[in-house]
Structure formats: C-alpha cells, structure tokens
C-alpha cells in the first residue's frame, strides 16, 4: 500500500505513445489512481464472505475457487463464488416443507401406472377369486313371500271376525252363516287348529283317554265334532253333529236340534264347542239324548268363566250335577257332569260365559 501524499506531486508523465491500464492515469486527468479502487478490479479483490460453520455436503458445494481468476459455473449466483448450488441435495427437494417431501416419497414408492385396476389403463394382473356370493333372492320368490304374508295376515282378520259372531249370536245365526258360505267355516276351523296349536295339551285328548278307560259299547254324541278326531280315536260309536261337514262322519245341524232320540246316547260331548248366546237351549238338547245317569262332558276356555261356581249351580238347574272339575290348566277347564233328570223350565241367571275374542297381533 501506498502512504498517503500528495499524488500531484508523485505523478510522473508517461512516455509518449504508452498504452493507458490499470491503475495508470487517463489521458484527460493525469492522475493515478489507487489499487483496487478501479472499476475492473472490484469484482475479482471484493472478499468472499465468511463460510458458515459445519460441514457436509451443503459446505462442499459452496467452496470458493482457489484464484480470483477461476471461471464461474452457469447458474452461481454473482455475491457468492463457487460452483452452482444443486436443485437437489441428498434427495431433498429444495424448497419443500417436511410433509411435501414426505407425499412425495409416498408417489414415488407407490406401483407404476397399470399394476392394478384402479391405476392406468393398462391391463393389471388379475384379482384372486373371493368367496363365493349368494345369488340373489328371485323376484318370484319375494313375491310369494309377500303374498303368503299378507294372506296369513287376511286369514287372522277374517278369523277375528267369524270367532266374534260365533260367540256373539244364536247357534240359528250361525247355521245359516255357514250354510251361505261353507268356505268361511274351513277358514275359521284353520284359524282355530292354529291357535289350539300352541297349547300344551289339546282337551280333546283328554277327553279321548277318560272314553278308552269306559266301556266301549258307550255310544257317544260329539257336540262340535270339527274334524272328527275324537270319533277317529275311540271304538266307540260317535255321532258327529256340526255346522259344516269337514268328514264324511259329520252330520250337519243347529246344534239346539240334533236328529237324536230322547235318551239314545250314553256320553254327550261339547269340546270348545259352547258357542252361541242360547246356551241353556243347547245344553237342554244334550238332556234331552242323554240318558238317565248319563255322563256331560265340558271342556271350555279357561277366561270364559266369569263365576265358575254360579256355573256349576246352573247347571242343576238344567239336571245336571257336577262329578269332577279340572281347573288346574291355565287354557281350558274340563268339567263332568250326571244326568239327575229332566231340565226345569225357567231362566237358569249363572249360565254365563263370555265370548272368546282375539285380540289383533
């Protein structure tokens, strides 16, 4: 370095004809000037900045060039020599935040385009053979389903209905209802087997044992024979009376008027079969055929009897007296009873039962 002084006085005139440079004064002002105050010289004295501290590949790459003189790689920025930066340095792209790296890693592991079917429209391997779908259900099927649901919905309400006036009037309405539609009565006797069904004991069985421990030369009258299973079970002589002939055996009548002789018959029968609200006319009918010492046997709904012992006292009225009661089951009563004689006229008041109504489901 030069100490300061004045440059006017150390300027020394050029010889005639020499080339002007660097640090040489210019033909207008004479002067010197200072190294490193030129306008080339800036760029190659300026000093490089200091390298952060730390190692690694990011320091590598940013090394200076050994002279000021060295070339510069396309792309390095003017305030800092050394090669151009990277785009991307150790598989980090520059610039992303941590989850951007993270997705792309992600895109870059996942299948090329065509591996599978969802991916490109190239044809991909196929898919293993998953267990086997049942086939649907035909339409034909979920149609008879349907249709066998809303007819069993129909039998219960038509049920109902014929059950409320079976109870609700005289055995003469009811021979004439079925006697204008024999087919209501074969639905109804459907209705009742179903409900019978879910009883733990049918009462015409229990009838059917007391009869095989009695004589079979007993002849017998079955008062509402339905299907005739009590006549089909014994070898007794049954007379089968009903409203409408489900058997060849049924012989069809008001059941206050049976095609009996007075005092022809040794057991006279009414299983579930007390309909009607001229009771005491009925059970007068089987006085009259029973004989003397006869034997009556009731088997009925166990919620029908209001008052079970003005029941029993009715029925003396009637000539009838009570031999043995069975009022241990919960779904029916069986009740037997003897002929003492002829029923006395007059209203017998405790014959009461109430109608076995269903209740819709």
């Not at 390095?76 to 992303?96: I, N, T, V």
Request: glycine share 10%; proline share 11%.
């Amino acid at each position: 370095m030069f100490a300061e002084q004045d440059w006017n006085d150390a300027a020394e005139p050029l010889p005639r004809g020499a080339p002007e440079g660097p640090g040489r004064p210019g033909p207008t002002t004479g002067k010197r000037r200072l190294p490193g105050t030129g306008r080339d010289s800036g760029a190659s004295r300026k000093r490089p900045r200091k390298r952060k501290k730390g190692g690694g590949p990011r320091a590598a790459a940013e090394e200076l060039p050994a002279s000021p003189d060295e070339p510069r790689e396309v792309g390095q920025r003017p305030d800092r020599e050394g090669p151009a930066e990277p785009a991307e340095e150790s598989g980090k792209p520059a610039g992303l935040s941590r989850r951007q790296r993270r997705n792309r890693q992600k895109r870059q592991q996942e299948p090329p385009a065509g591996s599978d079917g969802e991916r490109g429209s190239g044809p991909g391997p196929p898919d293993p053979p998953g267990p086997a779908e049942a086939p649907p259900e035909p339409r034909s099927g979920r149609s008879a389903a349907l249709r066998a649901r809303m007819e069993e919905r129909l039998l219960g309400a038509r049920f109902r209905y014929l059950n409320q006036q079976l109870y609700t009037g005289s055995s003469q309405d009811a021979a004439r209802l079925f006697r204008a539609d024999p087919a209501a009565f074969h639905l109804y006797h459907r209705g009742f087997e179903r409900q019978v069904r879910r009883w733990p004991e049918r009462p015409v069985q229990r009838i059917v044992r007391y009869l095989r421990r009695r004589p079979a030369s007993l002849v017998v009258a079955d008062f509402g024979c339905g299907d005739c299973t009590l006549a089909a079970s014994v070898r007794n002589q049954v007379h089968c009376f009903d409203l409408v002939p489900l058997s060849p055996r049924v012989t069809v009548c008001d059941m206050a008027k049976v095609p009996l002789a007075t005092e022809s018959v040794d057991v006279a029968v009414f299983c579930l079969a007390l309909m009607g609200t001229n009771l005491q006319e009925i059970l007068g009918e089987a006085n009259r055929v029973l004989k003397l010492g006869g034997t009556l046997m009731v088997a009925e709904v166990a919620s029908r009897f209001e008052d079970t012992h003005a029941f029993l006292k009715a029925m003396t009225q009637l000539g009838f007296k009570t031999v043995s009661k069975d009022l241990s089951s919960s779904y029916f009563y069986l009740l037997e009873f003897a002929k003492t004689g002829p029923a006395r006229p007059g209203p017998a008041p405790g014959l009461r039962l109430r109608p076995c109504l269903y209740k819709r489901r």
